[in-house]
């Protein structure tokens, strides 16, 4: 048998992509509309191309099974990715609709979960009431939002990514046999 072990682990390069995470996100943030337009365009070229590996990678499954579902979610994917080109308005404002109700909706399961016997009620209120509020900001002023959300978001999770990476490092996963590599012996544990 082997355990898995989890550690935190730090080098140079982590600090390098750390600050250049933490510039990007103030990069980001000060320039919010434009993340925005780009990540938008962004999704739209992402959408294109994994719509046609998608629709590609279905011919290769002609005899077995599997086609039908890989042709057609490729195609659906290759529409998106058409429209979010075509649009990036309006696709900027579906997906600012959808991030405030992912946050409503969030906000109020929380809410609801915080009553539950043995749930950690403080944490569970404060994120919910947080939640509940940021998606009512969203869907109350949908069109001042549609410009700078998507930015906003993007920044501070690059900023937030910098800064834990700057702290922490990254986690490390390996394995541990139950056997030591240099003696061969049965370890004790």
């Known amino acids: 048998m082997s355990d898995i072990v989890v550690a935190r682990r730090r080098s140079g390069w982590d600090i390098v992509l750390g600050v250049l995470l933490v510039i990007a996100g103030l ?3 000060a320039h919010v509309v434009w993340a925005t337009a780009v990540s938008v365009i962004f999704l739209g070229w992402l959408g294109l191309v994994g719509g046609v590996v998608l629709i590609i990678a279905a011919f290769f499954q002609l005899g077995r099974g599997g086609f039908w579902a890989t042709a057609l979610s490729g ?3 290759l529409v ?12 900027a404002l579906t997906l600012t609709l959808v991030a405030g109700a992912l946050f409503l ?4 399961v929380r809410l609801i979960a ?8 403080a944490a569970l209120l404060l994120s919910g009431v947080v939640g509940l509020v940021l998606g009512l900001i969203v869907l109350f002023n949908v069109f001042e939002a549609t410009l700078t959300l998507l930015g906003i978001l993007l920044g501070v999770q690059a900023l937030t990514d910098g800064i834990m990476l700057l ?6 996963v390996s394995r541990r046999s139950d056997l030591d590599g240099a003696t061969g012996a049965a370890r004790q544990g």
């Open 27 to 29: 990069v980001i943030l």
């Open 75 to 77: 195609g659906l994917l």
């Open 80 to 91: 998106l990715g058409l429209m979010m080109l075509r649009n990036p308005a309006v696709a």
């Open 105 to 108: 909706a969030g906000g109020i």
């Open 114 to 121: 915080a009553f539950a016997p043995d749930a950690p009620r």
């Open 167 to 172: 702290l922490f490092g990254r986690l490390q």
